[in-house]
């Protein structure tokens, strides 16, 4: 049942630095924890959710960051890279989603959906000619991903020492526009 009611992305910037990490990290751990040998994902977090990290990027031209809003709540992340190669598509033409991240208790209520409606229009309105991204190919996203208009492009393999070897494989998916 769609519950998502209205969905807004709310551009990162320093007075919601907080929201974005907080949001981050608790989307990360509620779906991703397990994929941790030693149940401690702080390579990922490090890299992704601190006030340093987001700081830089916010410097770049290169990336948008939002704080994804459902009904006012704070309840999910997106980041993407607005110029970035797969294959044979140039920088020109591709656009990476990065990071799209709901909290758990808004999973499966039509505001993924949404997000990738939003990321849709924002890769057109750039001129892309595709949208890809990684998930997990022993996560539950797949069929998320193929219901929008997604397609297994290729796989690669994570790269932290600490993930469980059995959960390093992912998919590349790509959307043609």
Known sequence: MNM?????????????????????????VQHYLDFWADGNPS?????????????????????????????????????????KALGTY??????????????????GK???????????????????KIIWLDTMVKGKAIPFYKKNGYEIHSKKQL???NIKDEKREMYVMVKVL
């Not at 039509?110 to 892309?128: I, Y």
């Open 4 to 28: 998502s009611g209205i969905i807004s992305m709310v551009a990162l910037e320093k007075d919601n630095l907080t929201i974005y990490i907080e949001i981050g990290k608790k989307s990360y």
């Open 90 to 107: 140039s920088k020109k033409d591709a656009l990476l989603l990065q990071k799209l991240y709901l909290l758990a208790e808004n999973s």
């Open 110 to 128: 039509g505001v993924g959906s949404k997000v990738l409606g939003f990321v849709e229009d924002f890769a057109r309105k750039r001129h892309k």
């Open 43 to 83: 390579p990922y977090i490090n890299e992704s959710f601190t006030e340093e990290v987001l700081e830089k990027e916010l410097m770049k031209n290169d990336s948008a960051l939002f704080v994804i809003y459902s009904n006012n709540t704070p309840v999910g992340i997106l980041k993407i890279i607005i110029d």
């Open 159 to 161: 790269h932290y020492k």
